[in-house]
């Protein structure tokens, strides 16, 4: 199987502020701080970001700083995924549902789950079209060889993957184990660019968060 190269990495979580602090993270010696905190995205219209979640509002900043190391990513086919998605305003219109019977067309809109990646998509222009995928069971791995499926079928060169989740809210911790820290990175996956080379896809981590660890490690120019 071809080898898939990941580069120009960026990410963005709460607490975490330069690339130091990302291979200190990766490390394991500082944590993502487990808060709602979010980017200010100054460069955008204030009519337009404040109304922005924070799983938006990580998923504008990550691609804002890889279309600043790669304009032509632009043009790329995006690939977004979380396991989550817009997960504190669902909540919210569920009980808002489940309370007054009743919801706004626009609290809706902006509480299904492409929610982020087409907000970028506006934020920037982009061009390539975009697909989403929600990994079963959060495995980060199935859903990374199917951003891979375009490069390694030859129908893409690229593809811009980006990846974020954001702070679960405290109604719904009861009911599950996994790791519910606030999280977002893009990247561009490609078979020939200078970065970090992966061999084999079905052998990626489960958690998006420890693919992103190994690939800071390994990344030279993070």
């Given at each position: 199987m071809a080898r898939i190269v990941v580069s120009n990495i960026t990410a963005w979580a709460p607490g975490l502020e330069s690339n130091e602090d990302w291979k200190k993270w990766a490390r394991g010696e500082k944590p993502i701080l487990p808060t709602n905190d979010a980017p200010k995205l100054e460069y955008t219209d204030a009519i337009f970001r404040r109304r922005l979640s924070q799983i938006s509002k990580m998923t504008i900043q990550v691609i804002h700083d890889l279309l600043e190391k790669s304009e032509e990513a632009k043009d790329m086919p995006q690939t977004f995924i979380s396991c989550r998605g817009?997960?504190?305003?669902?909540?919210?219109?569920?009980?808002?549902?489940?309370?007054?019977?009743?919801?706004?067309?626009?609290?809706?809109?902006?509480?299904?789950?492409?929610?982020?990646?087409?907000?970028?998509?506006?934020?920037?222009?982009?061009?390539?079209?975009?697909?989403?995928?929600?990994?079963?069971?959060?495995?980060?791995?199935?859903?990374?060889?199917?951003a891979c499926a375009p490069i390694l079928s030859g129908e893409e060169k690229e593809v811009m993957l980006v990846y974020a989740d954001e702070l679960v809210p405290e109604a719904y911790k009861a009911f599950g184990t996994e790791n519910f820290e606030p999280l977002a990175f893009a990247a561009v996956l490609s078979l020939s660019k200078n970065g970090v080379a992966i061999s084999d896809v079905s052998a990626v981590p489960e958690r998006a968060a420890d693919f992103l660890k190994n690939i800071i490690l390994e990344d030279t120019a993070f």
């Open positions: 817009e997960l504190a305003r669902e909540f919210s219109v569920s009980k808002k549902l489940v309370e007054e019977k009743e919801v706004s067309p626009a609290a809706f809109s902006l509480s299904v789950f492409n929610t982020p990646i087409a907000l970028a998509t506006i934020a920037f222009g982009l061009r390539g079209g975009y697909s989403v995928i929600f990994p079963s069971h959060g495995n980060f791995r199935n859903a990374f060889e199917g």
